[in-house]
């Protein structure tokens, strides 16, 4: 039936010492399970990021305890207490990489804390360093792993269980997507939810193969089936092959136990998750799979190849994709890709060699190699009920992370996987005695420790208001908006995102003179951010409109204005708000350019052209007027374009051509008000 280690369950590092039988080390196992469990269920509906910035936040908070534990551990007992192995290397050169990236980055705060929605900066990074070294040190039995794999897929269970509700359009939650169509459960991404489920599988299906205990047996499959049905449901195509390669992975896995005979106990479960992918094909998932196209992947691979190409050695800096991607994409990829600037390459491969260059991306794939191979080798022969399942995870992690997005929500993993790989595979040295260490600075060591877990609140509270601001503008101008935005830029300073809604919040209530102000603090903390320019070209362009010497205003509007288009002149969002800018200076002609031009990009996106009436009947350059608006029916013929082709035409004395145009743009919308005017004026 197999060799003695696939039947036993030996002790990992050395038992009954000291250490061992310390409440520490339980402490530091139970923190992981606490950690493991916030990350994926923790969220926060009314904040402005509801979902990875507070996980980011709790896993900070408990990131201080695991760091005061385990500085405890070392200060009581030595570093006897931390296994001996090569991993080690990998993730401290790893950890380096990013480190450089970070500081050869053009912003220094998203590369210490992330950028907004994703949270992937050097923080991150230490946060996760000190999630592995805490696992390496205090997993030492068979029976310590446990606590993880456990929380890991009573977590999945409850996140399935929520999906369903959302699924079943039963969610009391009324967030903004639909989550009937996709659902996103806790992890606030449908892409998400299938990479942790593919995670959840990968375990649960290990646990399956290799169990003695015909109810843990059951109890796993059971999971199997429930989380590869929950993945089908999220239309997340990269599930179905991260999912198909922990499936082909199991029968591997099982053939090496065995070593290298039939793996004929296997065959029923690798049948049993054949059955279910075929189910799975049939999903939501498996629809999007035959019907989708993956042209635009493929065009964001291709921009990000552009942006590695650009700075190809140290990257953009740490969760610093948006900027390269900004600065090499092309003028098609909004019509591709839509409105929605990317912070993520799909591809975390192309994600590494972006952010942090070829030494990331060398350092990255180091990790993964070394973790691979040290699941597969030593880790199967000494513990293999903990190194399959964990293999299988590895394995379904990786292969989805080929096609997804990064996310604080499910990015965890791979550290606690080589964590727990570190203490498997280490050498672990007795601990001979305790150290003395007084009451005291044990005390100090533990309240600083707490102290530190509660410094993120602010910023759980600063996102928290940031999203109370969003909210309150949906039912219209308010001082509440104001109010909590201004809590927010107080809370947390350095979010260029927080000064942005205060600034839209204090437009919308006429507080012209604040609003410059919030957009000007928005454009200086994130410079890279084309709409923040646009937004302070528009306050500074009304401050103009309001001042009795405009000359100064005026000309820091057009200055932030050329700007925001320096920075992103392929953005539709962008250029409408130029021609606001340009209304509100009296330029008509810049003004009917900035909007056809965000109608052009965007491929005749008819929301673009509001005011184009009165850019056609303001403009002073008549002939240019309507070459430009003949070019963007090219674009696409709607009838807010010919309505602002016959006022042009009209205003050309081409009355025949004003009339025919206006006709054209009642055909399409018998409702236009401006084709209707022309009509009138030409005596219908």
Known sequence: MGSTQYQAWPAIGATGDQFDRSWIRRAILAVVALKIAAIVLVFDPIGLQSFDYPKSMISRGTEWILGGLVLLALLRFGMAVVPRTRLHLAVALYALAVAVSGLAAENTYVSLFGEQSSYLGLTFVVD?????????????????????????????????????????????????????????????????????????????????????????????????????????????????????????????????????????????????????????????????????????RLFQYNVALHAFADRPVLGYGPDQFQIGFIRNRPPEAVAILGVERPLWAHDFVLQALVTTGLVGAVALLAVVAAGSAALWTAGMLRAPRIAAPLLLAWIGYWSEALVTVSSASIDWFPWVALGITAALVGRHQ????????????????????????????????ANHDAGVARLSLR????????????????????????????????????????????????????????????????????????????????????????????????????????????????????????????????????????????????????????????????????????????????????????????????????????????LDATGR
């Open 430 to 461: 007795p601990v001979e005695r305790r150290r003395a260490f007084g009451a005291l600075p044990r005390g100090i060591l533990i309240a600083a420790a707490c102290v530190g877990a509660v410094t993120g609140i602010a910023a759980f509270r």
């Open 128 to 296: 996760m360093a000190v999630l592995y070294l805490a696992l390496a040190v205090a997993v030492r039995r068979s029976a310590d792993w446990l606590p993880v794999a456990i929380t890991l897929i009573a977590a999945a269970v409850a996140a399935c269980g929520y999906a369903i509700v959302q699924y079943a359009g039963r969610d009391p939650i009324p967030w903004i997507a639909d989550p009937s169509v996709r659902p996103f459960s806790t992890l606030g991404n449908p892409n998400q939810l299938a990479h942790f489920l593919t995670i959840a599988t990968g375990i649960a299906l290990g646990v399956a193969l290799l169990t003695r205990r015909r109810d843990v047996r059951v109890a796993a499959a059971i999971c199997c089936v429930l989380f590869l049905l929950t993945a089908g449901l999220t239309g997340a195509r990269g599930g179905l092959l991260g999912i198909a390669l922990v499936g082909v992975a199991s029968f591997l896995v099982t053939w090496r136990l065995r070593g290298g005979a039939p793996p004929r106990a296997a065959l029923p479960a690798v049948l049993a998750v054949a059955v279910l992918a075929g189910l799975a094909l049939a999903s939501p998932a498996g629809q999007r799979l035959a019907e989708g196209s993956l042209a635009d």
């Open 475 to 678: 039912a219209g101008p308010s001082e509440l908006a104001v109010a909590a935005a201004g809590s927010a830029t107080r809370l947390d300073p350095g979010r260029a995102t927080y000064w942005n809604w205060l600034g839209i919040a204090n437009e919308a209530l006429g507080l012209v003179p604040e609003a410059r102000a919030a957009y000007a603090e928005a454009a200086r903390r994130a410079d890279y951010v084309a709409t923040y320019w646009a937004n302070l070209a528009r306050a500074r362009a009304e401050a103009a409109a309001d001042s009795a010497d405009p000359s100064d205003q005026r000309a820091m509007a057009l200055a932030a204005a050329r700007r925001a288009i320096e920075l992103d002149p392929y953005e539709p969002l962008v250029r409408r708000a130029i021609a606001d800018t340009a209304f509100l200076l009296g330029d008509c002609d810049r003004a009917l350019v900035e909007m056809v031009t965000a109608y052009s990009l965007s491929r005749g996106d008819v929301g673009y052209l509001r005011d184009l009436d009165r850019g056609s009947e303001c403009a002073t350059d008549v002939a240019a007027a309507r070459r430009l608006l003949t070019d963007a029916l090219g674009v696409a013929a709607t009838a807010p374009v010919y309505a602002g082709l016959a006022v042009v035409e009209l205003r050309a004395n081409e009355r025949e051509a004003a009339r025919s145009s206006a006709l054209r743009a009642l055909e399409l919308d018998p409702a236009n008000a401006s084709a209707r005017m022309v």
